[in-house]
C-alpha cells in the first residue's frame, strides 16, 4: 500500500505482485474520480499511505496481542459507508485478524478500491478468499453486523440488523482547539485536517475552539495554501450554495474565497464551512467538549492530537471510541 501511496514505480517482485498487477492497481486508483467524483487520485493515495504505513509487523503484533480469539469463526456482516477511500478498511481487517468471515456491503461511492486489494492479498494469503465475501444484494446469513452510515440510516440498521450483535455508527465530526501559541505552521497543518478528503471524514475538523484574544487572520494566512480546494466543482458547488444562501438570510460570515467561517457553537458545519466560537478560560473548552463527546470523532490541539495527524488514526483508534476487536472477540 505505501508503494501505491507513494506513487512510485514498480519495485520489482518483492512486493508480491507482479508489474502489471501492479500497473493494474494504479490504472484503478487514477480511475477513481470517473466512480465518485470526490475520491481524486490524490486523496485515494493519501488514504493508502496511511493505512499502509500502520501495517507494519510490529504494530500489527502489539495491537492483536491484547485479544483473546475463538476457533470457531462467525460471519460478520459489514454495511460500509463511501464518504472517503477505503473508510471500511479498518473494519474489514478486524474481522479477518479477529479469524472471523466478513460479508461486505460496498457502498456504491466506493465500491471497486477494497476488492482490488483483496484480490492482491490472496496472493500471500490464499485463504483469505475463504474468509471474504463480497454481496450486491442483501448480506445474507450473519451471526452479527458492524454497520456505518449516517444518524438517519442507523434507524434502518435497528430495523434490519437490530436482532443481531451489532456496533452501529451514526454521524461524527472533529474538532480543533486553539490555545493562541500555536505557530504558523501549526496552523497549516490543522489545514491539513480541515480539507484532506474535502473535509468529508468524521475525523475532519469541523469546529474550531479560539481564544477571545485569537486573530482570524492568523488562520487565514496559514491555510492560503489550501486554496486549489475550490478549483474542484463539488466543493466549489457546496461553497457557493453556503456562501449563498448565508448571506441571503444576512448572516455575518468571514470569507477567503474558498473557506467560509460563521460563528456558533454548532458543532456540525456544512461541506466548505468551519463553525467556530470563542473561550474565556479552558475550563469552558472541555465543558463544551464533554457536552458533545457523543458526536466528536477526535480533536486536535496542543493536549490532544497534534495538528495534521486527524486523518492517520492508529490501529487501536476505533471509531467512535467502540472497540471493534473486542466486540469481535466477544462473539
Not at 72 to 94: E, Q, S, T, W, Y
Not at 158 to 186: D, L, M, W
Request: glycine share 6%.
Amino acid at each position: 500500500m505505501v508503494h501505491l501511496g507513494e506513487n512510485k514505480e514498480w519495485p520489482g517482485f518483492q512486493i508480491g505482485l507482479s508489474e502489471q498487477e501492479y500497473s493494474d492497481l494504479n490504472v484503478l486508483i487514477r480511475r477513481q474520480q470517473s466512480f465518485n467524483g470526490w475520491f481524486i487520485e490524490s486523496n485515494v493515495r493519501s488514504s493508502l499511505l496511511a493505512l499502509g504505513q500502520s501495517l507494519d509487523v510490529s504494530q500489527l503484533s502489539e495491537w492483536t496481542s491484547k485479544y483473546s480469539y475463538s476457533d470457531h469463526p462467525k460471519r460478520v456482516g459489514i454495511i460500509m459507508a463511501g464518504n472517503i477511500p477505503l473508510v471500511g478498511f479498518h473494519d474489514f481487517l478486524c474481522v479477518l485478524l479477529s479469524g472471523n468471515i466478513a460479508v461486505c456491503k460496498l457502498s456504491s461511492d466506493d465500491k471497486t478500491l477494497l476488492p482490488a486489494l483483496t484480490d492482491a492479498l490472496t496472493k500471500f494469503l490464499p485463504e483469505v478468499k475463504e474468509r471474504c465475501e463480497f454481496v450486491v444484494g442483501p448480506v445474507g446469513k450473519i451471526d452479527a453486523v458492524i454497520a456505518t452510515g449516517s444518524d438517519n440510516s442507523t434507524k434502518y440498521f435497528e430495523q434490519y440488523f437490530g436482532k443481531y450483535p451489532h456496533v452501529f455508527r451514526g454521524n461524527r465530526t472533529s474538532v480543533a482547539v486553539i490555545s493562541g501559541e500555536e505557530s504558523s505552521e501549526e496552523l497549516r497543518k490543522m489545514g491539513e485536517d480541515i480539507f484532506q478528503y474535502f473535509g468529508l471524514g468524521c475525523r475532519n475538523v469541523s469546529h474550531l475552539i479560539i481564544p477571545e484574544s485569537f486573530i482570524l487572520d492568523r488562520f487565514f494566512e496559514a491555510i492560503v495554501d489550501f486554496g486549489e480546494v475550490i478549483n474542484h466543482h463539488k466543493y466549489a458547488n457546496n461553497y457557493d450554495y453556503n456562501r449563498a444562501v448565508y448571506l441571503l438570510n444576512q448572516h455575518e460570515i468571514l470569507d477567503n474565497n474558498f473557506l467560509l467561517l460563521k460563528e456558533s457553537e454548532e458543532l456540525f458545519s456544512p461541506l466548505s464551512m468551519i463553525f467556530y466560537h470563542r473561550y474565556k478560560d479552558v475550563s469552558e473548552v472541555e465543558k463544551y467538549l464533554k457536552q458533545h463527546e457523543e458526536k466528536i470523532q477526535c480533536v486536535v490541539g496542543k493536549g490532544h492530537l497534534p495538528f495534521g495527524t486527524a486523518q492517520c488514526p492508529m490501529l487501536n483508534d476505533y471509531a467512535d471510541g467502540i472497540d471493534t476487536m473486542l466486540f469481535l472477540n466477544q462473539l
